[in-house]
């Protein structure tokens, strides 16, 4: 959902980066890029949390699944998974903050930030996967 909702300044980002390599950068950059996150983040945490009153659940009483949680109470059943996500994000605003400090970003400074993509896909689907053996 963040992928897609991100996409067009993602893309916008990189051709303007593309286009102006070794020159000043461009107004789109970081800055569209985490204000667009941010956005997105809030917006669909808002919505989630909205999503989760009583008055909001539709489901049919027989349809239920009665050993779950009440009716209007949503539980995170992959915790792990959440938490590696949730550590990611603070995480991501830590390491931009230290690498936009001296408004300069260095080619390890940006191939370390792709590694950390990488690392964030592996930890989640090593939870995932871990998670689905114990049950």
């Given at each position: 959902?963040?992928?897609g909702?991100?996409a067009?300044e993602?893309?916008l980002a990189?051709?303007?980066?593309?286009s102006?390599?070794?020159?000043?950068p461009?107004?789109?950059?970081?800055?569209?890029?985490v204000?667009?996150?941010?956005?997105?983040?809030?917006?669909?945490?808002?919505a989630?949390?909205?999503?989760?009153?009583?008055?909001?659940?539709?489901?049919p009483?027989?349809e239920?699944?009665?050993?779950g949680?009440?009716k209007?109470?949503?539980?995170?059943y992959d915790m792990g998974v959440?938490?590696?996500?949730a550590g990611s994000?603070?995480?991501a605003?830590?390491?931009?903050?230290?690498?936009?400090r001296?408004q300069?970003?260095n080619?390890?400074e940006a191939w370390l930030t792709?590694?950390?993509?990488?690392?964030?896909?592996g930890l989640?689907?090593g939870?995932?996967?871990f998670?689905?053996?114990q049950?």
């Amino acid at each position: 959902m963040a992928l897609g909702s991100s996409a067009p300044e993602i893309l916008l980002a990189v051709i303007e980066t593309g286009s102006n390599l070794g020159g000043c950068p461009g107004e789109l950059g970081a800055s569209t890029i985490v204000g667009s996150a941010a956005f997105n983040l809030l917006v669909i945490t808002a919505a989630c949390i909205y999503a989760v009153d009583e008055s909001n659940d539709l489901t049919p009483d027989g349809e239920r699944d009665h050993d779950g949680p009440a009716k209007g109470v949503k539980k995170i059943y992959d915790m792990g998974v959440f938490s590696v996500t949730a550590g990611s994000s603070i995480f991501a605003y830590a390491w931009l903050y230290w690498v936009l400090r001296d408004q300069k970003v260095n080619s390890t400074e940006a191939w370390l930030t792709l590694a950390f993509f990488f690392v964030l896909v592996g930890l989640a689907f090593g939870f995932d996967r871990f998670k689905e053996r114990q049950m």
